[in-house]
């Protein structure tokens, strides 16, 4: 079984092992090499319990911090570092809008996914950034894994996520509204809040005020790419 590399263009070849062939299922394909692959780091322990936040052993300072503003609940699983490596991805795959990159890490991803369970709420693009990429891209990160459910709407804002310092971040306004067509979602036990990069937890957390707004009581996780 061979593919190509999505971001080097190598050729991939994939053995299949004695397990895979009794198995019978339909694998997934490789679009990471294994020298691509190592210029990413997966998160691993010691990490911060709560956001997943490298080299912490004990709750960050962030997570305190969103503790005290009354956000007791919540949890969250990021899945590789933002090193250099992830910002030269996202960098092709938003800013340049080469699609065929959210294949990338599908495989991680998917299981990861494993350990959530549904409805899978994701946080969108505000419809000018939608026009300019011609793709939302956490939907296409998540779209072709789980079923997702498009309960929120994000609404324009004078200047993106990325580009704003550390302290716009923490003070940016709420920017996300519920769609009223999908208020089933809030009768679940459990909600999962899929993103791209979890950076401060700002938008997490409008997410989280977004939903209880709404009435909902449940429980809040979240899951990202990047940390």
């Known amino acids: 079984m061979t593919s190509k590399c999505l971001l080097c263009q190598s050729t991939i070849i994939h053995e299949l092992r004695p397990q895979e062939i009794l198995a019978g299922k339909k694998l997934m394909p490789e679009y990471l090499c294994q020298r691509c692959r190592a210029e990413f780091q997966l998160i691993r322990k010691p990490c911060c319990p709560t956001c997943g936040r490298s080299g912490s052993i004990k709750q960050c300072q962030d997570c305190q911090m969103w503790q005290q503003q009354g956000y007791s609940n919540f949890q969250h699983q990021a899945l590789f570092k933002y090193n250099t490596a992830m910002h030269d991805y996202f960098k092709r795959y938003k800013r340049y809008g080469d699609y065929h990159l959210r294949l990338v890490f599908q495989p991680y991803l998917l299981r990861a996914l494993r350990h959530f369970s549904p409805p899978f709420i994701y946080v969108p693009s505000d419809f000018q950034h939608w ?94 790419l990047a940390r």
């Open 131 to 224: 026009q300019s990429r011609q793709f939302d891209p956490v939907w296409g990160l998540f779209s072709e894994i789980v079923k997702l459910t498009p309960a929120l709407i994000k609404l324009p804002t004078t200047k993106a996520q990325a580009q704003k310092s550390r302290q716009e971040r923490m003070q940016a306004p709420q920017f996300l509204q519920f769609n009223p067509q999908y208020t089933s979602v809030l009768q679940a036990q459990q909600i999962t809040i899929l993103d791209d990069i979890y950076t401060t937890g700002r938008t997490i957390f409008h997410v989280h005020d977004c939903l209880r707004q709404q009435g909902y009581t449940g429980k809040l996780v979240s899951l990202s």
